[in-house]
């Protein structure tokens, strides 16, 4: 059964500050991994996307994040956190771009100023 | 390009009631999934449609909720009769095929009085 952990369920960073969010995924064939964000009331938008090929996907808003198949993970950067950044991140795995995605529990993000 | 519309977006009732929630996906999308999103979790697929028909329904509590699609374009989720643990986020998502990403709504939030 596929599976997402985030280990950190809340994070503070000032703003202007670097950002690393943590995913390690369980599969058993070559994920599809995503990075949804979601602001209070809304729903979730997709921040970047792998499938295959380079490791290091850029997406939007400034995000980047590296697939690192030994160890499971699919961490989300961003070299500077803007105050808008503020939100629930999710970390999703599937056999598909949109075919039964598993959803981490999210980490909530709080950019100080 | 509209997004994906959802309504209501907030419904209280009582427990043992009954409620509906209606969801409009991206034009031309046909592929169709409701989730769940209990506080402080990640969204959880309840169903998914191909045009008019379930690809997936195995995490749908069948004795209390049910979903139709019927010309393959907008879908609604009911659930009858409604339990406490029902309280949550309802999301609705589009996607073109199963090998794009979803497209979110913006999610009815219910509570069960």
């Known amino acids: 059964a596929q599976s997402v952990t985030q280990p950190d369920i809340h994070i503070t960073v000032s703003e202007g500050a670097s950002l690393e969010l943590r995913c390690n995924y369980s599969y058993g064939a070559t994920p599809y991994l995503f990075w949804y964000v979601q602001s209070p009331g809304q729903g979730l938008q997709l921040l970047l996307k792998?499938?295959?090929?380079?490791?290091l996907v850029q997406g939007i808003k400034g995000f980047e994040a590296e697939f690192k198949r030994s160890q499971s993970s699919f961490n989300l950067r961003k070299p500077s956190v803007h105050w808008s950044d503020a939100a629930e991140y999710f970390c999703?795995?599937?056999?598909?771009?949109?075919?039964?995605?598993?959803f981490g529990t999210g980490t909530r993000l709080q950019v100080t100023l | 390009e509209a997004g994906v519309a959802q309504s209501p977006r907030y419904k209280i009732i009582e427990k043992r009631q009954s409620v509906a929630f209606w969801c409009n996906p991206i034009s031309g999308h046909a592929t169709l999934y409701w989730y769940q999103q209990i506080l402080g979790q990640g969204p959880k697929l309840l169903i998914q449609?191909?045009?008019?028909?379930?690809?997936?329904d195995s995490q749908l509590p069948k004795d209390r909720f049910s979903a139709e699609r019927l010309k393959g374009v907008d879908s609604t989720l009911k659930i009858q009769p409604a339990k406490l643990e029902d309280s949550a986020v309802y999301l609705c998502a589009s996607s073109p095929d199963t090998n794009q990403p979803q497209h979110f709504g913006d999610g009815t939030r219910l509570s069960i009085l």
């Open positions: 792998y499938f295959s090929g380079d490791t």
């Open positions: 999703a795995v599937g056999p598909a771009a949109a075919s039964k995605l598993t």
């Open positions: 449609f191909q045009n008019n028909g379930v690809v997936d």
